[in-house]
């Protein structure tokens, strides 16, 4: 499979009234989005955040399953947080898989909102297996802000439910996201 990675970025995003706003880190999210990433064979999961404290705090949560009492009890724990990457921007994850690449991975962002454009599920599928690798990026709050979308090539659709209501924590969206786009068994 070709290389894939994840951003959760916590800035730039936006709150309720559409004004730029920084999240904080969670726990859960750090732990369940480094299982699906494990799950689906993503080979890195950026955490983004701009502010040092908070960079302190993911890179203590994924670290402490790498200590050898907690990596004996749940090494299944310890090799999904192994890809955790913390980093300041989004810019930073972009060159850190550029990097790694050779050249700019495929740069997909995800919304619960739609738009003229959007790459259906079907589409990216085709660009991941055929691209040099992909970054898919995540927003928290009331998701990313447009400066984070300029720097992404597309979005894909989102992800609609029984009716207009699609509003999924993060952590869910990225787990249907990634099997949409990545799941070798349909
Ligand atoms: N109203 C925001 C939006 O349009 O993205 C919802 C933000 S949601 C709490 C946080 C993140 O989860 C989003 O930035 C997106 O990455 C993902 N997300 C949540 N619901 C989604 C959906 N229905 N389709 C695609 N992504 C979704």
Redesign the pocket.
Same mark, same amino acid.
């Given at each position: 499979m070709r290389r894939v990675a994840v951003a959760l970025?916590h800035w730039p995003?936006v709150d309720r009234a559409g004004e730029l706003y920084a999240t904080s880190v969670t726990n859960l999210d750090i732990h369940d989005i480094a299982r699906s990433s494990r799950t689906y064979g993503v080979d890195a999961y950026y955490v983004v955040h701009p502010i040092k404290a908070q960079q302190e705090l993911a890179t203590a949560i994924a670290r402490f399953w790498d200590d050898g009492k907690a990596r004996d009890r749940n090494p299944d724990r310890t090799e999904a947080l192994s890809r955790v990457r913390v980093v300041e921007s989004l810019e930073a994850a972009i060159s850190a898989e550029t990097a790694e690449l050779g050249s700019r991975p495929l740069v997909l962002?995800?919304? &619960?909102?739609g738009g003229s454009g959007v790459w259906s599920y079907d589409e990216a599928r085709h660009a991941i297996a055929s691209g040099p690798g992909t970054l898919v990026?995540?927003?928290?709050? %009331?998701? *990313?802000a447009q400066q984070a979308l300029d720097l992404t090539d597309a979005l894909? &659709?989102? /992800?609609?439910?029984a009716d207009d209501y699609? %509003? *999924? &924590?993060?952590r869910? &969206?990225?787990a /249907? /996201?990634l099997d949409r786009l990545l799941a070798t068994t349909r």
């Open positions: 970025v995003c962002s995800t919304s &619960a909102k990026v995540f927003g928290t709050g %009331h998701g *990313l894909v &659709a989102p /992800i609609d439910g699609n %509003h *999924l &924590a993060v869910s &969206a990225v /249907i /996201i």
